[in-house]
């Protein structure tokens, strides 16, 4: 019997618990001090708790399997039995080889991880073998169905869509293509569906976000042949595919043509869907689920715009329901826990808990007029304009975003520096301590002063140079034991940006970060790191790089005013960053690492928008760094996502050195890098540090054989994927002492 959608859903709801439960218990897990039993019992309380939420917030539609322990895409891969053979072997319970996938073992390292779409989550990429057998192992799915169900409350599980899950993937040691095996994959999914269907399910959300990417016309056909398939079954749960990031181009009418009963569209990033939608003509038997309430950012939604975005919609469907335009995983929980923001922000903002608000009030107002909807927020405040910003950015020309030409650079800096073939030095951070947490705790609480906390990283600082210099490495870091986070740091010393106490984001697996809001024009009030850098650079012979978040990734880390052009707000920041370059070289520091790790992630989906894109995003990093005399050494860092789609604009930042995740991915960057005729310094990661694992002796010289076989040693690197934050001690210094001594080995050839 067919069940009604419902008039408001999300299609995602933040999984880690307001005071970030689930990462503290995943990690008392992962040390031996729970057992799977405990771990499980908070994930089933923070399950409960989300959909109890949901219910009392009168939300229609509520989804169940957003809940993971790690990431939804390795859900999926376990779902449909995607498991390489490689940790099946290592006789591991369920959840100690899910965990293996996740973060890799001693015997095997773990799933490549990189960026999903435009946000800065990070999943699983799955990996797929000639000899993978697809296999429906739904048991996650049906038990949370079942739990939510106990509850008194019917949910609609939600799984990464067949077409989708194939186009992410990868293969390993395999001829194929992934997405060659769609028809297998196909019943797999048929399989799961009927499981569902048995277990009383009314409705399943499939996502299908690869088809807001540009798509062949062939994979456009693979996907209507797919929902053809599914939506053809006898025996199945009325079937909703959802979209989001942006608009679907040709793959919105394909999935129309299909029997599925419901699709969701983003009418957020990608306000074409409803130009696409009215040409398709009226919409018999369908309902379409309107993303009008950002997932993405916190700004409250205009409900007034968005309820006539809505409007028009309903008169193009039998069934409209109001949504997200994604998933809520991408924002903090909940607005109300935030007691010091300014009130004049606050006004303007909406974290999960908020948006479901803004859903429901959306879906009473399809349903009975807007007369209930709250009137619009007032002008931006004067206060938040800083008119000297405006003017500096008004006057700059092309020549503030240029420096010398490379060849005399490289003369320069290595008369200054003196650096051996194969210089080795890490990315940046070192192990954040439980002792430097409780310490920074202690400040906050007003337990510990200023000068007392000063002293105490003073410490840290003196003894990660001294464990570096013991350790042999030819550049320095100070470690960075006084930032919070690469982001959060320098939003808390930067005029226009607000730093919360509880906004919580997920990263990746247990990582979270608290992304800073950037709400007015961006000013340097004094310099931000010059003190740490300097006090590193006296206690040592050896180069102590200053380092930097760059502009783009502190935009994409941040959540972003929405109220002029990206680019502005990019070179707002780049010229704080530039301001601070010039005063660490004034001071003496001879390298200065502006990091952008963010570069491909905010990347457009589209490729006809990623030319505007990546001008501006290049021209901000260039503003910053361009600043610094020929001999001082420009770094930069990039991890976790799929170069090769950006790698002439990675050139185009005109870095000196620029070091790159590659140890996950077997060093195919360095391909890339060939294939464009790269000609400065490049230092591809050997060392994983997103596993526990410390990479043997041979791992990380096969890795430098590799990368000297596909760049000279005179501009090769040797450092990690990225900062050691997340690691501790014990495995930083068995590994670096790994990554010198393999350098060496290749050195002596």
């Known amino acids: 019997m067919n069940t009604a959608f419902g008039q408001s859903t999300v299609l995602g709801y933040p999984r880690i618990g307001a005071n970030r439960e689930l990462k503290k218990a995943v990690e008392a897990y992962w040390a031996g001090t729970i057992d799977a039993a405990a771990l499980e019992q908070t994930a089933a309380g923070l399950r409960a708790e989300v959909w109890q939420t949901l219910r009392n917030a009168r939300l229609d539609a509520i989804p169940s399997n957003t809940f993971s322990f790690y990431d939804h895409v390795l859900d999926t891969a376990v779902a449909v039995g995607a498991i390489p053979d490689r940790f099946d072997r290592l006789g591991l319970s369920d959840l100690d080889t899910y965990f293996a996938m996740a973060r890799g073992v001693d015997a095997e390292p773990a799933l490549e991880l990189t960026k999903w779409f435009d946000t800065n989550y990070h999943y699983l990429v799955p990996e797929i073998a000639d000899d993978t057998t697809f296999q429906a192992r739904p048991g996650k799915p049906l038990r949370e169905y079942a739990e939510a169900a106990a509850l008194g409350i019917t949910t609609r599980p939600v799984l990464v869509g067949p077409a989708t899950f194939l186009l992410l993937a990868k293969t390993s040691e395999s001829s194929g293509r992934p997405f060659d095996r769609l028809g297998e994959l196909t019943d797999t999914y048929a399989e799961i569906l009927g499981r569902l269907a048995d277990a009383g399910v009314p409705w399943v959300q499939l996502d299908e976000p690869a088809y807001v990417t540009d798509r062949t016309p062939q994979e456009i056909e693979a996907l209507r042949a797919v929902y053809h398939r599914l939506g053809g079954l006898e025996r199945r749960p009325q079937i909703f595919v959802a979209t989001y990031f942006g608009e679907l181009g040709d793959a919105l009418p394909a999935l129309l043509d299909t029997p599925i009963e419901a699709l969701?569209?983003?009418?957020?990033?990608?306000?074409?869907?409803?130009?696409?939608?009215?040409?398709?003509?009226?919409?018999?038997?369908?309902?379409?689920?309107?993303?009008?309430?950002?997932?993405?950012?916190?700004?409250?939604?205009?409900?007034?715009?968005?309820?006539?975005?809505?409007?028009?919609?309903?008169?193009?469907?039998?069934?409209?329901?109001?949504?997200?335009?994604?998933?809520?995983?991408?924002?903090?929980?909940?607005?109300?826990?935030?007691?010091?923001?300014?009130?004049?922000?606050?006004?303007?903002?909406?974290?999960?808990?908020?948006?479901?608000?803004?859903v429901v009030l959306l879906g009473q107002a399809l349903r009975d007029g807007t007369a209930h909807l709250p009137d619009p927020l007032p002008a931006t405040p004067a206060a938040w304009r800083h008119d000297e910003v405006r003017a500096r950015l008004a006057g700059l020309s092309p020549a503030d975003r240029q420096r010398g030409a490379y060849p005399e650079r490289a003369a320069a800096q290595q008369a200054r520096l003196g650096l051996p073939d194969l210089p080795t030095t890490t990315i940046g951070s070192f192990p954040q301590t439980a002792e430097l947490r409780q310490a920074r705790a202690a400040l906050r609480a007003g337990t510990l002063d200023d000068a007392g906390y000063a002293a105490l990283m003073r410490k840290e600082v003196e003894h990660v140079i001294r464990l570096q210099e013991a350790l042999g490495l030819d550049v320095l870091v100070h470690g960075e034991p006084e930032r919070n986070d690469m982001v959060q740091y320098f939003g808390e010393q930067l005029d226009g940006f607000a730093a919360t106490d509880l906004g919580w984001v997920q990263s990746y697996g247990s990582r979270c970060v608290r992304p800073p809001i950037i709400y007015g024009d961006v000013a340097r009030r004094r310099p931000m790191t010059v003190e740490w850098s300097t006090f590193a650079q006296s206690l040592t012979a050896k180069p102590v790089k200053g380092m930097l978040t760059g502009p783009v990734t502190i935009l994409a880390w941040s959540f972003v005013r929405t109220d002029q052009p990206l680019a502005d707000t990019a070179d707002q920041v780049a010229l704080a960053l530039r301001d601070e370059c010039h005063d660490l070289e004034t001071a003496g520091i001879t390298v200065i690492q502006v990091d952008e790790p963010a570069l491909r992630e905010t990347l457009p989906l589209r490729k006809a928008d990623q030319k505007a894109y990546l001008d501006w995003a290049v021209g901000a990093f260039r503003l910053a760094t361009s600043g610094v005399a020929d001999d001082t050494q420009v770094h930069t860092h990039l991890c976790y996502s799929e170069f090769g789609e950006v790698i002439t604009a990675i050139d185009a930042l005109d870095a000196d050195v620029t070091s790159i995740e590659a140890s996950r991915s077997k060093m195919e960057v360095l391909d890339d890098l060939a294939a464009i005729g790269y000609r400065r310094g490049v230092g591809p990661g050997v060392w994983d540090i997103h596993s526990p694992r410390v990479p043997s002796h041979d791992e990380v010289i096969g890795s430098l054989r590799r990368a000297v076989a596909a760049v000279p040693a005179q501009r090769l690197w040797v450092n990690p994927d990225c900062g050691l934050k997340t690691r501790g001690y014990a495995e930083v210094e068995a590994s670096l002492k790994r990554l010198v001594a393999a350098a060496a080995v290749v050195r002596g050839g």
């Open 264 to 358: 969701g569209l983003d009418l957020v990033a990608g306000q074409g869907n409803l130009v696409r939608l009215a040409a398709a003509g009226p919409l018999r038997g369908k309902t379409i689920v309107a993303g009008l309430v950002d997932g993405h950012n916190i700004w409250r939604t205009d409900l007034h715009a968005a309820a006539t975005t809505g409007a028009t919609v309903t008169g193009l469907a039998d069934h409209v329901a109001v949504s997200t335009s994604c998933s809520l995983l991408h924002v903090p929980v909940d607005l109300s826990a935030e007691t010091r923001l300014d009130a004049d922000l606050v006004a303007r903002l909406a974290f999960a808990r908020q948006k479901v608000d803004e």
